[in-house]
């Protein structure tokens, strides 16, 4: 007997978290918001930006929408830590977690930001980086500057249309000159990709590894 198998999809109300340090109000200098890496949580991540608090500086970090474990079952039930991670996306399914998690960025940004004239800084961490792209160029959102910190632009994105968002936008691109994912082959792509959006980035580095570092993050201010 042959069995059809299909694929669908269906949309359903969903909840996800997201947090904030700082307050948005006529004190406010800016508003970042701030994209993990893959593995990471946003309560974790979002104490790496806690000093930009003292400048008056309203920090958003949302969650990926996907948790996980990050040892098996078994190393865990031999007492492992039970770390949890969470991911913007994985090769499985992808333009679905793509669609959702454009959703869910918009909305934060709309429930956090009613004053549009508040300076907005989009800044995306490694695997950070490629959502923060993809959701800058989705143009559902004022922002005045980009940072790619220790990640790349995606190599599947509409370049022209890319470029006609970022001419005249600042653009930054921070990573630890000792960064182990940061290889030469891997910067070659970045050059690549930045050729093809036809744009001039600055460029910040630190002598450090795959890290947020507070001393070039207190550069960016």
Known sequence: MLFLLMEHHITIPF??????????NQYTKEVWFVLH????????????????SSQNICVIAPEGLSRFYHE??????????????????TREDRLTDIDNYLTFLNEVYHQELRDTSIPVS?????????????WILDEKINFRRLILWAGIFPNDIDFSKGHHVL?????QLVYG??????TEERMKESAG?????????NTLTFDGGHEIDETALLKLI
């Open 15 to 24: 909840k996800a978290r997201y947090f904030r340090s700082g307050d948005i």
């Open 37 to 52: 890496g893959y593995g990471q949580l946003a309560s974790f991540f979002i104490k790496k930006f806690l000093v930009l």
């Open 72 to 89: 098996d079952v078994q190393t865990r039930s031999r007492g492992g830590n039970n770390r949890v991670g969470a991911s913007w996306m």
């Open 122 to 134: 989009v800044l995306g961490f490694s695997q950070g980086a490629a959502t923060a792209t993809r």
């Open 167 to 171: 001419e005249n936008k600042l653009v």
């Open 177 to 182: 000159t000792k960064d182990p994912f940061l």
């Open 193 to 201: 990709l930045i050729k093809k959006l036809n744009i001039n980035p």
